[in-house]
């Protein structure tokens, strides 16, 4: 602080003695930036006294990196006026700071530091995120932090930041470097108006590319996350461009946090002038690791949740929490409370990895509150999706290549089982979706990824989301005569990928019938007495917290358990050749994915037998009326795994084998439908059947129509 000390002499009225008064004037010294940056890089100390940066700055010199990171929080106590000064005058700081760090780049490493070479400073987890949605002209040209998800990316492209020009005049010629010494090109290259070497500013001004310096440049889109998006209104999205070490950290569907500074340009697609949009340049950026970070959880927040996972009810509360305003459906609630907490996702060594995230399908009759239950699912998922088979396609569902208006290049837009990575994926109607479109989904429900080839562009996206969807029966109602691959207009391949499948029939029954028009009047007369066990806030983070720190594994109990009851089920199909197969080991997979969120629902760090006997119930519950081959009554994981039960396989079988012999015996070499029923009704196979069988064997290539009415196998 510097003082003026200065005599003043004040005229007064008659009278009145001539005071000398002595004033001190306290003026603040102007801040040296380079000088305190470099001062804090040396010298500030983290809580075990080691010097933080100055070892970073060591450790980038090792890796041959170009970027120091410096926390925002680190600097603010060092020198707080400084750190403001970066908020507001961000790029005076961060030109002074880059020069810091090339002198200290020098004196620790002479040889690091080459003609040409840049160094960047870079700053991270500013104390405030500003949302995407209040972003306005009153931050331009400050630093913010934003939190999005990355939903579009183009190619790495190369910017000229110091361009080397060659001016020619009247015979002579001189290269130079522009701009001078301590600038940077922004987004267009302004030619010199004269000369610095020569001075003229007539002559030619040829930029050498070759000779310029580069950086590697990349241009993203930042969105807002879903669940920060106000109902009804549309995701407010904004550019981001990427520099030097920045680029290709990120890819399509991440969660990202950025650090940059807000910068204008003119409108593209404006033609008056006076319209301008922002953007941002940015100085970093973060890929969010851990799911579910958007979630805050305090201190008090967590005494919250602990003391809820002590109470011996909690799994009851928590299932009764799932869409209270919905009458009965207790086992699909329970599904749905497990699918949110999910399993563990395991990785081996070799890299192979086994998902944990839960699918489950919901079949019914109209009016079985499906939609709302997967609606309820949306508002309570900490992270969530919803769609619908009407409004999906396959783009929109996974990923699309599109090609931008303006500069005709190609790139990577993110869909919602993208966007939903970590999350949830509601998908109503699933049924009404054409077929070409839900062949995509098959990729994300197993392998949890999405793969694109499209326009040169190749690449494999995130789709770590649990998928909860709902569908109608194809006839209007659920025949219980059919087998669920028939009622449902949905193809085999996605069926087996659902851990659980649930039926709801509507069914008249008095007694349920008075208590379900009991409670739908009670929540139309009075709503505001529908209220949850736990608070849908306090539910949310309880998930959250589950799913990011209790990772349960599996006891001895629990695995034996498991065990006798998956190899008891596959007894049933060894009592004899003509037995169906009753489960497979994805069933397996999908009892220890659902024991394991049972444990979670508790904080618990292991599997007991509790929560193995919860996943053999609901197991069973599946099986028993999705899984049942409706001829025999039995338990056949075919009806779901391939759309045909045995007894349905055999007869087809059957049928082949009559056409082969009729085709040998006929003098026409094929077989006529009429003595194939004939032959197959003698066997005890109905004639309806043969007429499905006819059209599904033509179907599958298996046989051909040689004449009219008269079939024969196709033989290779």
Known sequence: MTTYRGVFTLNLP??????????????????????????FIRTFRDKNGEYKYLNRLRQMITMGQRSLLIDFNDLYLFDNKLARLLIEQPDKVLREAREALKELVASEAPEYVEPGKRFNVMIRRLPVSVPLRRLRSDYIGKLVMLEGILVRSTPIKEKIVKARFIHCSEGDCHEFDWPPEGELIGEVIEKPQVCPVCGKSSGQFKLVPEESVMVDWQRIVLQEKPEEVPSGQLPRSIEVVLQDDLVDLARPGDRVTVVGIVRVRPESISKRKALFEIYIEANHLEVSQRVLEEVVITR????????????????????????PAIYGHWDIKEAIALALFGGVPKQTKDGHRTRGDIHILLIGDPGTAKSQLLQYVVRIAPRSIYTTGKGATAAGLTAAVIRDKTTGEYYLEAGALVLADGGVAAIDEIDKMRDEDRSVIHEAMEQQTVSITKAGIVARLNARTTIIAAGNP????????????????LPVTILSRFDLIFILKDRPMPEEDRKLALHVLRVHSEPEKITPEIEPSLLKKYISYARR?????????????????????????????????????????????????????????????????AAIRLMKRFLESAGIDVETGKIDIDVIMTGKPKSKRQKLTRIVEIIEELESESSEGCAKIKDIQRRAIEEGIESRFVEEAIRILRRDGIIYMKDFGCYSVVRD
């Open 14 to 39: 008659i009278g009145v003695s001539i005071m000398a008064i002595q004033v001190s004037l306290e003026q603040p010294e102007p801040l040296d930036i380079k000088e305190r940056i470099y001062e």
């Open 300 to 323: 008090e927040d967590e005494e919250k949740i602990r003391m809820l996972a002590r109470d011996p009810w909690v799994r009851k509360k928590i299932i009764a929490s799932i869409a």
């Open 474 to 489: 194809k006839f209007g109602r659920y025949l219980t005569n059919r087998t669920l691959a028939e009622n449902i207009n």
């Open 549 to 613: 720190y209790i990772r349960p594994r599996l006891t001895e109990e629990a695995m034996k358990l498991l065990a006798d009851f998956y190899v008891e089920m596959r007894k049933l199909g060894a009592e004899s050749p003509e037995a169906p197969i009753a489960i497979t080991a994805r069933q397996l997979e999908a009892l220890v994915r659902l024991a394991e969120a049972h444990a979670r629902m508790k904080l618990k760090e292991y599997v007991t037998e509790e929560d193995a006997e």
